[in-house]
């Protein structure tokens, strides 16, 4: 239950802003007393209301069958201080190895789900699989029914990374390179040119 | 065809690397002389070979209509330079406006597909849609047939951002606030404690 504590509930209506800006994730799984850990970069929000999530899970591993069977995943999103771990669990064969004992990560409870969730992490989601045929195109789309973040880098709605930067969220390139989360910044959208055949969105 | 002599192709068995850190994206359409250009922040790879793409378009827009009709768009991928343009075609209405004029947006001509791709941008990807069941769920599955970098911040399949700052990739968070890509790290795959029973993966 390590910084358990820090743990703080995120309103579904805004949790997509947990993936919002594209990390990379750690989705956890497990059926029947059999569990596993891998990485995903390709993860990002499918809607708002009701949250909901898309992954892309290859049919041939250990995780896409444990969350086809269970119907349920965990999606956590890892600060740099936890990319060697995320690396490690996204470059190791869950058929091969009980990754969550060879890296020693620590777990604990989810709220809404029988998976276990990965300690360490900067955010969470739980979610709930939305049977689809997409799963040909080794996509699993599913519902967020939970979400909360560490609240030293993420409290009312906002990433605060510059409070605690081992849990900067960040991005995978390729061979073990990442980009970490850089500046925000605020910019006001450009203005039309033609106002008079014009009425733009807010 | 401003900047064109910078577009260098990449290749297609790489090029979902130009879209794997999760940044915020353009999405330019046309059909039967109609054109459009939106924002879109839920966009990711879905394949390696041949390259595939997701990406989340509302079925309300004009966007959707143009892709579903001519089957084809545009996707790049925009710098922090051009972050403001990127919000205001984001944050207005296709139907309402003609957003290229009314932000003098400046296009060239794709190599693949007949939709005008956007000038300025840091890296270009020419789809084609993959007619599948999961427009239900506002998702658009594509195959990516060409692709481009700006030669000053990507070359030989490596993003090197310094070289060019106003094209640093951004990931957009919400109202008017991006995250710029921040700096990269390598990091070494932490080891399993068990190796008795296990054989990583490279």
Chains 1, 2 share one sequence.
Not at 113 to 122: A, E, K, W, Y
Not at 177 to 189: M, N
């Amino acid at each position: 239950m390590t910084a358990g504590h820090f743990r703080e509930t995120v309103d579904l209506a805004r949790c997509t802003r947990l993936l919002n800006h594209g990390p990379v994730t750690i989705i956890t799984s497990q059926h029947e007393g059999r569990t596993n850990v891998m990485a995903a970069s390709w993860a990002m929000p499918l809607d708002f209301s009701p949250p909901k999530v898309v992954v892309v899970i290859d049919n041939n591993t250990l995780t896409r069958r444990l969350i086809e069977a269970s119907g349920v995943f965990g999606l956590q999103v890892p600060g740099v201080a936890f990319a060697r771990e995320t690396l490690a669990v996204g470059t190791s064969n869950g058929l091969e190895l009980d990754k969550f004992a060879a890296f020693r990560l620590q777990t604990f409870r989810a709220q809404q789900i029988d998976v276990p969730m990965l300690s360490g992490c900067t955010a969470w989601m739980e979610c709930k699989v939305i049977p689809d045929d997409s799963q040909r195109y080794d996509l699993i789309l599913a519902e967020v029914v939970a979400a909360y973040a560490d609240r030293r880098v993420y409290s009312d709605n906002r990433w605060h990374f510059d409070d605690a930067p081992g849990l900067r969220t960040c991005h995978y390139v390729a061979g073990g390179t990442f980009f970490s989360t850089g500046e925000p910044f605020e910019v006001q959208a450009t203005r039309p040119t033609v106002p008079e055949s014009s009425t733009p969105q807010p």
